[in-house]
């Protein structure tokens, strides 16, 4: 796995922008629960989504944007990973913060990725959990709670990032 790393949650329900850590395995504390009211609008279809809709299911968060070539090299493995995850009853949402769906609904369309469905154009949810830095992925288990993120780029088939991500999952290897 590369230098960048899941890291875990800080104290007392409150997510951190970043924990310092530079071991080789993923830094965790105690698992505070993620925002269930925390909203995301749909980029295909009208009305949002919310974290509780999701309830039971672990999940990996993306916040990635158009923009972002860091975000855009990394579709294409987040993409199999989806697939993946979703075999093991896991989800991977993929959260835009565009300003505008239109280009994010086109670029979505030409590359053929189907798991990037949300969008926070006014970065409400970004900001509550306090990601600044795209690409940013959180992992929440299906208890609800938060179990890490990682910040930059990731080969999301890289053995080692399958086995962290199945660990803070609590699911089987993915």
């Excluded at 505070?32 to 909203?39: K, S, T, V």
């Excluded at 916040?63 to 987040?78: D, K, V």
């Excluded at 088939?157 to 660990?167: F, V």
Aim: proline share 7%.
């Amino acid at each position: 796995m590369d230098r960048r790393r899941f890291l875990g949650a800080a104290a007392a329900g409150v997510l951190m922008p970043l924990l310092g850590g530079c071991g080789d395995e993923p830094v965790e504390a105690d698992a505070p629960l993620m925002p269930a009211e925390l909203a995301f609008g749909r980029l295909f279809e009208t009305g949002e989504d919310r974290l509780a809709d999701f309830a039971g299911r672990p999940l990996l968060i993306n916040f990635w944007a158009t923009w972002c070539a860091p975000c855009r090299y990394e579709m294409p493995s987040l993409e199999r990973l989806a697939i993946r995850l979703s075999a093991r009853g896991a989800l991977l949402i993929g959260v835009s913060v565009d300003s505008k769906p239109f280009p994010v609904r086109e670029y979505l369309r030409g590359q053929g990725l189907t798991f990037a469905r949300h969008i926070d154009p006014e970065r409400d949810a970004a900001r509550t959990l306090g990601i600044a830095d795209y690409p940013t992925t959180l992992a929440v288990d299906a208890a609800g709670r938060f179990k890490g993120r990682m910040i930059g780029a990731a080969d999301w088939e890289d053995p080692a990032m399958l086995s962290t991500i199945g660990r803070l999952l609590g699911i089987r290897a993915v």
